[in-house]
């Protein structure tokens, strides 16, 4: 299996622009996860999906941050409109079935927004 | 309160020798999980070790081994034999019922040749 794909893997934007991060989780993996990671924050939970269907959103951090999953080999995470401080390395994670199983982390996709 | 807390933000290890990277959490859910992952320079995250809260015995893979004490919440993490390839930042998470990861802010482990 190739792994959880996550692109672009760089990503520079300016203020204001609109932001879209994506990633295929592995093949036969039902629980889908977005993290954040920042020196001021340490790695943090944005949201994640069972079988499609977002289930924790509270991570996110305003509105300006949607999410979907139309299909269960695909997801989007969408910043618009995006601001510095969203300069971060997003990274997707999925697992099959949750609890007590480790997740996959995908590459990461770096961002930043000058 | 931190649900994890990593308090060594920096160790040096002599390769060849072990090392313990220490992990207190903070939970009252009876049934939970801790996970250790590694991530070196590159920034790829890599799971390493799982102990459940009502596993009996001491999780261990390969070289990595997790020194579990229950009722002090403590689940450290043991590198036997280091080597230089275990340069990297170390994270310790917990996993309550809901599925998700709550991440420590990280241990950044050298060793030394």
């Known amino acids: 299996d190739a792994g959880v794909i996550q692109s672009p893997r760089h990503e520079v934007t300016e203020m204001g622009q609109e932001v879209t991060l994506r990633c295929k989780p592995i093949?036969?993996?039902?629980?889908l996860f977005w993290y954040r990671q920042t020196m001021m924050r340490g790695l943090e939970l944005l949201i994640y999906?069972?079988?499609?269907?977002?289930?924790?959103d509270s991570g996110m951090p305003e509105d300006r941050f949607s999410a979907k999953m139309p299909n269960a080999s695909f997801s989007t995470l969408k910043i618009q409109p995006s601001e510095p401080r969203d300069s971060a390395v997003y990274f997707c994670?999925?697992?099959?079935?949750?609890?007590?199983?480790?997740?996959?982390f995908g590459p990461g996709t770096r961002l930043t927004v000058l | 309160a931190q649900k994890i807390t990593q308090t060594q933000p920096g160790m040096f290890v002599q390769e060849k020798e072990a090392v313990t990277l220490d992990c207190t959490y903070d939970?009252?859910?009876?049934?939970?999980?801790l996970f250790w992952y590694k991530q070196p320079s590159s920034g790829e995250m890599i799971f390493l070790i799982y102990?459940?809260?009502?596993?009996?015995q001491n999780a261990t893979e390969g070289r990595y081994s997790l020194n579990f004490q229950k009722a002090r919440k403590s689940a450290n993490l043991v590198i036997s034999a280091s080597q230089l390839g275990d340069s990297a930042m170390y994270f310790c998470?917990?996993?309550?019922?809901?599925?998700?990861?709550?991440f420590g802010a990280g241990t950044i482990l050298r060793v030394k040749s």
């Open positions: 939970t009252s859910d009876p049934s939970y999980g």
């Open positions: 994670a999925s697992s099959f079935q949750g609890q007590d199983f480790e997740q996959f």
């Open positions: 999906f069972n079988n499609n269907v977002p289930i924790d």
């Open positions: 998470a917990i996993q309550e019922y809901g599925n998700k990861l709550v």
């Open positions: 093949s036969g993996h039902d629980y």
């Open positions: 102990q459940g809260s009502y596993d009996q």
